[in-house]
């Protein structure tokens, strides 16, 4: 052991400091202090950051233990106020205008491919169409849905599931819980028929989104993965 | 689960929860409120303690996503250094009455679970060499200031040494685990 830790310079002093902190050594007045310092000095924050990664391995002692079941609902009342209870869906922007334009020559296409557009059908909200999509994501679906068969074309414009997982279609009607509409398929479009029972609950403005879950979908009833693309439907 | 989690996937939650998605902070929770939680126990050694701040880090994660998108470091790090700085900053806060120490072991195992310890072999095994290089009490002293956020003070009456020989103990210790650490 040399005495080179003796001969400190200022920089190796704040080098020092930065360890302390991060050790958790350090009194409640000098982790203020420290705080402070990261807020306002740029070299001694990265310093911190670097102690925390250097010592992160360290972090393998700590044991798992399951919180207690409110903890997540707590957090969000904190943060959210009293959220509805579809209320992380409603963070999604539903619905981006601009996009509109795009979404109707897809849908159109579509669905002239594949032979959907036949006879005008006679019910009023016979024929609805949504895009779906979300913040932070660059997955895309475009939506048809036929109110008289209660079918549903979904199809990907953009983004596919992560290998040994799968995409999960869900509808939500204001203020109720997600209602899964089953698997999409890996790539292309994917047909659905809605049940007879749960037609009626789709209608203008219903919200459809579209949850990443593991192979084979939720096994819970509701999404479990995080929501990569949503939208609102609406009449043509 | 545990460590065992995609840094990848926890990055991009992170991210998203910056960009406000909530479903993405929701599954970032589930999937890192058992080890964070974990973190929170081992620290305050307080369950009611620790289910507090326990909220506490998940609000402070939301409110700070948009700093780690800007930040070249582990997810798991940076989540971990969350809950270990609240987690001490109420230790702190308290008064200076003596911990209950009979509700915990006294000496604790301080040792990487074997099933953590073969997640992160590389980063893992690296720490642990340098750790090795330490005399035995030193190591000790580090591994338990970090995982159990004690103070020099504590350090010094649970090592039995005077708090200035503990200062210099962890001063050197580190210089020399970062030398390690570096080469």
Redesign the interface.
Known sequence: ?TD??DNLTPESERD?LA??Y???????EQ?ARCRQLIASDADFAARV?TW?????????????????AN??G???S???GNPAPA??????RLWRTGAIAALLAVVVLAGMNAGLFGPAPTGQDARMIATLQ????NIQFAALYEADGGAIRISAVAGAPDEGRDFELWFIESGNAPVSLGLLNRAGATSIEVPVGQRIRITDGTIFAV?HEPLGGSTTGA?????VAAGAIHKI | MSWIMDPIEISDLISRTALGDRAAFARLYHLSGPKLFGVCLRILKDRPDAEEVLQEVYVKVWQNANRFAARESSPLAWLAAIARNHSIDRVRARKPVARDIDDVPDIVDTRPDPEAETISLGEQGRIDECMDELEDDRAAAVRSAYIEGYSYKELAERFDVPLNTMRTWLRRSLIRLRDCLER
């Open positions: 052991m080179r830790d020092h360890a302390e991060v050790l958790g050594v350090l009194d409640a982790r950051a925390e990664d250097r010592l992160s391995p360290l972090n393998a002692a700590y044991a798992d233990v399951t919180p207690p903890t997540l707590a957090v969000e904190r943060l959210f209320g992380i869906w409603n963070s999604l979300a913040d932070g994501s949850s999404p479990t993965g995080p929501v």
